[in-house]
């Protein structure tokens, strides 16, 4: 490294933001930009008939293990008629509730929408498994009568494939399969009014394949500002482009981080100040959303069927492998010796950050460490999957479903 740079675009936003020289004013401008970010909420309704795989899909969403306390119960008959609302395992503000089955004869959807508190929801996800069924139409037809958003998940397809395998044992074409699939559940959708209605087929054990990132990539565009950042912090990691995003997503907030871990009461004789245990719990976080905490790793050895210390190992990156406070302290003294031009272009274009901060060199080491921590996670954890997903895992003589663009087999 012989020199740090801070993109343009980020100075221009600091510039605007910094307008005064009080520091109570300006961290407490900013801490709210950072605190309407993390407060941001996202209620998520998933729903459909009972037994489609409602339940499973919420856990795979949450990155829970069927087993963990804390994940819905699966494969179980469903007796209960209200929604129950499943956390995030580190975003609390994020909630999938998993509604009630629609399964009977007599299904009434505005009915049903009203019990389940239909305002409350920010989108639907639609489940079903097997065939199109009636039930589905009726539901997505009352859920877009009130203005609201669904998307249409054909899960258990791994189950499709399989059945397929065993009747065609030769000339096996999964990829025409799931067309087939794909193409059955939008022209009944069609039928119902839909012009362009979203589908998507997926496995809840294998999220890795088919249209999973199709469809998270989906539900971020069609979401603004913060509500799009929590949607992509949320969702778990599970492909190379999923990966690229987040890092995307969290680069955008990076210099308010940095800036709220200079306002410290200042040590003096020390050459950078700057408030430690906040940037620790920023790596942290950062390392959790790439799913590179032990917990996650371990989790996905168990879904992935390898070995926990395999993956483990794929955390190469110093950062990854040990988030302590020395390998902190590494980071941001080489930045501090490498980033004195970063520092004077700081100061040129944030004329009244000197006056905020003990020198314009501890914001542009912490700058540093959250950038350089983002770019070693992003690599760890793409490391991490590809030993996960490695192509081994597919049976041998069948073809494989066309990969997305982006996804980790690339
Ligand atoms: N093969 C396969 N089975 C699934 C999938 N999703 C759910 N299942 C199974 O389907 C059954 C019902 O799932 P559950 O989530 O309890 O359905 P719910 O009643 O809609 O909540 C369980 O035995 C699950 O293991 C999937 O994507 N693939
Ligand atoms: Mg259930």
Redesign the pocket.
Known sequence: MNQIEIPEKDLREMGSMIQSQVILEVSSQVQSLLDSMETTTLEIAVT??????????VNALLGLNDSDPRA?P???T?TTTLPTPYRHPFLPRVRLW?LP?TGTQSFQADTYLQQVGLERYDFFII?A?ERFRENHARLARAVGAVGKRFYFVR?????DVQASQRRRVTGFQEAQVLREIEADCIRQLKREGFESPKVFL????QLHRFDFQRFQDTLAEELEGHKRHTLLLSFPAITAAAVQRKKASLRQHIWKKALMACFVSTLPGLPLHLNIPMLLNTLQSYRKSFGLDDESVQMLAITASKPYHELKNQRRSALGKDLSENAVHSILSQAALYGQMASRLVKDKVPFLDHLVAGGISFVAAYYLLNTALDSFAQDAQRVLERAYSVEEEPKGSLCYPPEPGFIFD
Request: no cysteine.
């Open positions: 459909g008939e009972s037994g489609a795989g409602k339940s499973t899909f819905a699966t494969g179980v469903e998993d089955g489940v498994s899960t258990k397809v791994d189950q997926i496995s809840s054990f």
